[in-house]
C-alpha cells in the first residue's frame, strides 16, 4: 500500500474523532465510534451501485412473502445486503430525521452485518450522538469524496481518482488506528496486531519452501488468534502470490475480542469470504473448529497472560496431586502455569495438524523468551516442549530483533513447525539469530522503534532454506535442546542425646509448641487438673494476641486429656533416660538400637508414633555424625535415609551418560551422595544465549593501568585546585 496514501487515510479518520467527538466522548471512547463507523462506510461504498437494484429484489420478496433474502447476495455481488433506502449520503438529504433514517439504515443490514455491528455495540452509542446533535456531522464526514475507504476506483470532488484501499491497506488503517486509539487510553499499543514485516518473515518461511508442492485444490489457512484478520490476509496474499494462483485458500479464524472480531469478520465478508469461518470466543475454552486441521498456521498468540477464565473449560483440579484431570484433548500433553497460556495456543495448532496428506501442516508462531525455557522438567511447559521436539515438529526457532513489536521490547521469537520435514532437516532444530537484522525508525511507534527490511527478510529465509551454519545460524539435534534432571542425595546423619532440655520439650505438642508452652507456663500443673476452669483466659489470650489456630489444634490445646497425654510421653522418656543415660550419641543407629532394647527390658509398649516423638524431640542433625541407615538390602547393600535439606538437583545433557556426570560434577566433591533414580525426569529447553554466546576477553593489566594514569593526569589539576581553595 502507498505510505503516502495511508497516512492520508489515517489522518482523515484520527481528525474526525478531534473534529466531532470531542467535548462529548472521552478520548478512550473515540474507538467505540469512529472504527464501527468506518467499517459501515466501506460496505456502505460497495452497496451503492446496486442500491436500487436491491430495493427492487426486495420489494418483490416482500410481495411473494419470501423471508429468506440471501438470495440478494447476487445482486450485491458480495454476502451481505441492506434493505433499506438510504446510504450515507442520503441520509444527509433528511437532516431533521437522521438519527431514527440511521436505525433504519443499520436494521437494513443482512444478519452477518448486524452481528458486526453488535460485536461493536454501536446501537449502546447512537443515543450520545442523538442527544449531542452529532450524528449528520459525523455521517457527513464519513461521506466526505475527499477520501476513498472503498476497495474499487473513486473519482474525489476535484474530478481526480483516488486509489482503491485493498483489504490488505484497510488491515493497515484498522491497526494503525487501534494502535493510536489504545496509546491516547494508556492501554497496551499493539495487543491486536503483528507488525507487518513479521507476518511477512513468517509467510514467507511457512509457503516458500513447500510452494512446488502446492497443486490444484483446497488448502485451508488458520489463525487462532486472529485479531483484526491481518495475518490471515497477508499469508493468502503469500501464498497465492507464490504458486502463482494454483490452489485456493480457505481463511480461518477465531478472535475473543468483540471488536477485533467484527473488523476481522468485515474484511472477510468483503473479500467474499464465509464470515462463519472466523469463529467468536476464546479459542483455548471454545475451539471454534474443533472437527478441522489445517495446512497452514500462523499465529502472534497472547503471551504474559492468564488463562484463569478458560481453566474450567480445560481441567479439574489443576495442581492437585493425583486428582488433576486434564478435559480437553489439545492439551493431554501438559498445562503451563496459570498465568501465561501461550504454549497452549502452540499446542491447539499442534493438535490441529494434518497427518494424512503428502504436505502435512506448517505452522509459524510467535512467542516470548518463556516459552523457550520456563518451567521445570515434568512441568507443563518443559513437556510442551518435550512434546513438539520429540515429534521432531520442531524446525526452526528465529530470534527476532528486541522492540520490533508494539506492545513490549521484550525478547521475541518465531517457531516454525512441521510434521513434514524435509529429510535433512530430520531429527534436527535450527536456530536462527536475527536480533541484529532490523532499522531504526526515524519514529517510535509505541515500543518499536525499528523494523525488518525486505533484505532481511529475504536473508533470514535465505539462511532457513539453506540450512547451513553461519555466524547467526546454528543448526542442533533435537536431544542437544533435553536433559535428565536428577535428584541427588545426601544421608541424614544424626546425634541424639536423653538431655533434660530434650524431654522437657516433650510436654508440647510441635504444632502448638508456642501456645502450650505459655499456657504452662501462665498456669502450671493445673493444666492437668482443671484445665475447663482455664478456658476462658487461655482463648482471651488468643484473642487479644490474635493468634488462630485451626479446629484441631484448638480443640487440643483446651483438652486435658491431650495435656495428660503429651505429659505421659514426657515420663515415658525421663525412664527411658534413666536406663540410657544422658551421653551424646553420634552414631543414631546406635542409639536407636539402644533404645528399641530398653524399651523391652523396662516392658514399655510405645506405638511408632510416641516412639517417633520421641527420638524427634532427642535428636538433631549433625554433619560430623554418622548417617542414618534406612535398611540393609538382601544383598548387603545399605540404604540410608536422605537428608531432605541436602536434596539437590543436576540437569544432565541427553547426550552424556547419567553416572560418568554424576562421578566427575557430584561425587568429586560430595562422595556420600547418590542418586534416587526414582525420581529422574526429562526435560527440555531452549537457550539462545548459550548458543549464539561470544566470549569477550576482559583488558588487559596494561591497558587499565595506562587509563587510569590518563585518568590521573586529566584530574591532577582539578584536585589541586580543589586543595588550593
Excluded at 492439551?331 to 503428502?358: R, V, Y
Aim: proline share 4%.
Amino acid at each position: 500500500m502507498n505510505q503516502k496514501v495511508h497516512n492520508q487515510i489515517i489522518s482523515f479518520i484520527w481528525s474526525i474523532a478531534d473534529d466531532v467527538l470531542r467535548d462529548v466522548f472521552v478520548r478512550g471512547k473515540y474507538r467505540d465510534i469512529i472504527l464501527p463507523f468506518t467499517v459501515l462506510r466501506r460496505l456502505d461504498s460497495l452497496l451503492v451501485p446496486t442500491k436500487e437494484k436491491v430495493l427492487e429484489a426486495a420489494e418483490f420478496m416482500k410481495k411473494q412473502k419470501i423471508d429468506n433474502k440471501s438470495a440478494l447476495s447476487s445482486q450485491t455481488g458480495y454476502p451481505f445486503w441492506n434493505t433499506s433506502k438510504f446510504t450515507f449520503e442520503s441520509l444527509l438529504n433528511d437532516a431533521d430525521n437522521i438519527d431514527s433514517n440511521l436505525e433504519i439504515y443499520l436494521d437494513g443490514f443482512s444478519p452477518n452485518v448486524q452481528e458486526i455491528i453488535s460485536k461493536f455495540k454501536l446501537r449502546n452509542q447512537l443515543e450520545t450522538l442523538r442527544e449531542a446533535d452529532l450524528t449528520y456531522l459525523l455521517i457527513e464526514k464519513f461521506a466526505s469524496r475527499e477520501i476513498n475507504l472503498s476497495p474499487k476506483d473513486a473519482i474525489n470532488g476535484k474530478g481526480d481518482n483516488m486509489p482503491p484501499l485493498t483489504n490488505l491497506g484497510m488491515g493497515y488503517v484498522f491497526e494503525e488506528l487501534i494502535r493510536k486509539f489504545n496509546e491516547e487510553n494508556n492501554e497496551e499499543a499493539g495487543e491486536h496486531f503483528t507488525p507487518r514485516e513479521i507476518i511477512k518473515l513468517m509467510t514467507h518461511i511457512i509457503f516458500q519452501p513447500v510452494k512446488d508442492k502446492i497443486g490444484k485444490g483446497t488448502y485451508l489457512i488458520y489463525d487462532p488468534a486472529c485479531g483484526s484478520g491481518g495475518m490471515l490476509t497477508e499469508a493468502e496474499n503469500y501464498a497465492e502470490e507464490v504458486t502463482n494462483r494454483q490452489g485456493g485458500f480457505n481463511l480461518y479464524g477465531q478472535e475473543v475480542n468483540p471488536e477485533t472480531y467484527a473488523i476481522c469478520t468485515s474484511d472477510m465478508l468483503i473479500k467474499g469470504e464465509k464470515p462463519e469461518n472466523i469463529a467468536y470466543g476464546s479459542t483455548l475454552s471454545k475451539d471454534g473448529f474443533s472437527p478441522l486441521n489445517f495446512d497452514f498456521m500462523l499465529s502472534n498468540p497472547p503471551y504474559g497472560k492468564t488463562w484463569k477464565i478458560d481453566e474450567d473449560a480445560i481441567v479439574d483440579d489443576r495442581g492437585k496431586k493425583n486428582k488433576e484431570h486434564i478435559k480437553d484433548p489439545r492439551f493431554q500433553i501438559g498445562l503451563p502455569t496459570i498465568s501465561d497460556g501461550q504454549l497452549l495456543f502452540l499446542m491447539n495448532m499442534a493438535s490441529k495438524m494434518k497427518h494424512n496428506t503428502e504436505l502435512g501442516s506448517r505452522i509459524a508462531t510467535v512467542h516470548n523468551g518463556s516459552a523457550l525455557f520456563t518451567g521445570d522438567a515434568g512441568g507443563g511447559e518443559s513437556e510442551i516442549r518435550k512434546h513438539i521436539i520429540e515429534s521432531d515438529y520442531l524446525e526452526c526457532i528465529i530470534a527476532l530483533p528486541k522492540n520490533i513489536f508494539y506492545n513490549t521490547g521484550i525478547p521475541t521469537y518465531v517457531w516454525i513447525l512441521s510434521n513434514r520435514k524435509a529429510e535433512h532437516r530430520k531429527d534436527k532444530v535450527q536456530l536462527i539469530n536475527a536480533l541484529e537484522l532490523y532499522v531504526k525508525l526515524r519514529k517510535n511507534l509505541g515500543d518499536k522503534n525499528c523494523e525488518m527490511s525486505a533484505e532481511h527478510i529475504e536473508k533470514i529465509t535465505q539462511l532457513y532454506m539453506d540450512f547451513k551454519e553461519t555466524d547467526i545460524s546454528k543448526i542442533y539435534p533435537n536431544e542437544y535442546f533435553g536433559y535428565n534432571k536428577i535428584t541427588v542425595e545426601r544421608p541424614l546423619r544424626l546425634s541424639a542425646q536423653l538431655s533434660d532440655k530434650a524431654i522437657e520439650r516433650l510436654r508440647f505438642d510441635n504444632a502448638i509448641f508456642d501456645e502450650m508452652q505459655w499456657v504452662y507456663e501462665k498456669f502450671g500443673d493445673d493444666v492437668y487438673s482443671s484445665l475447663s476452669e482455664l478456658k476462658p483466659k487461655i482463648e482471651k489470650y488468643l484473642d487479644k494476641n490474635e493468634i488462630k489456630l485451626n479446629a484441631k489444634n484448638k480443640k487440643n490445646l483446651l483438652s486435658q486429656n491431650f495435656w495428660q497425654a503429651q505429659k505421659m510421653i514426657k515420663n515415658r522418656a525421663e525412664k527411658i533416660a534413666e536406663e540410657i543415660g544422658t551421653e551424646q550419641f553420634d552414631d543414631f543407629n546406635e542409639f536407636k538400637t539402644l533404645f528399641t532394647e530398653t524399651l523391652k527390658s523396662l516392658n514399655m509398649k510405645l506405638d511408632a508414633k510416641t516412639q517417633k516423638t520421641i527420638l524427634t524431640a532427642i535428636s538433631w542433625k549433625n554433619e560430623n555424625a554418622e548417617p542414618v541407615i534406612k535398611k540393609q538390602e538382601k544383598d548387603g547393600t545399605i540404604v540410608y535415609e536422605a537428608d531432605s535439606d541436602l536434596r539437590d538437583s543436576e540437569n544432565v545433557p541427553l547426550n552424556e551418560d547419567i553416572q560418568t556426570y554424576f562421578q566427575r560434577e557430584v561425587l568429586a566433591h560430595v562422595p556420600d551422595a547418590w542418586i534416587d533414580h526414582s525420581k529422574t525426569v526429562k526435560g527440555y529447553e531452549i537457550s539462545f544465549t548459550r548458543y549464539f554466546y561470544n566470549y569477550v576477553p576482559p583488558r588487559s593489566i596494561e591497558e587499565i593501568t595506562a587509563e587510569i594514569l590518563q585518568l590521573e593526569k586529566e584530574t591532577d589539576g582539578i584536585l589541586k585546585g580543589i586543595v588550593s581553595d
